[in-house]
């Protein structure tokens, strides 16, 4: 295994057993959450699978510490939770942000 790719799978499981110790109340949403991860180019989710860009949050990391990578990890996990995503139509986006 690659060093990159050893790292992150660290930084994982170190955010991931930190989220559950912080909040074991939510232990089940975490689990799900992070079993269903999938590498992409972006970070975000789609409201079910967590997307991932390992040497993005890696860089993250290094330059902003570990708290701003569980914080990064906790955001889109409230996502999923409170099943906040956006699901307006592309003509709706438009004319929302002609209105900005």
């Known amino acids: ?4 790719q050893r790292l ?24 799900k959450v992070f ?7 972006l970070f975000g989710t789609d409201g079910t699978v967590l997307y ?9 990391y290094c330059s902003k510490g570990r708290i701003s990578v569980i914080r990064a990890f906790l955001h889109s996990l409230l996502h999923v939770l409170y099943v906040h995503m956006n699901t307006k139509r ?3 986006l438009i004319i ?3 209105i900005l």
Do not use: I
Request: glycine content about 2%.
């Open 96 to 98: 929302w942000h002609v």
């Open 8 to 31: 992150w799978e660290k930084l994982k499981t170190l955010t991931m057993t930190e989220l559950c110790c912080r909040s074991p109340e939510l232990y089940g949403v975490f689990q």
């Open 52 to 60: 991932y860009q390992p040497e993005a949050l890696l860089t993250q």
């Open 90 to 92: 592309e003509d709706e």
């Open 35 to 41: 079993q269903s991860m999938e590498e992409r180019e």
């Open 1 to 4: 295994m690659e060093e990159k």
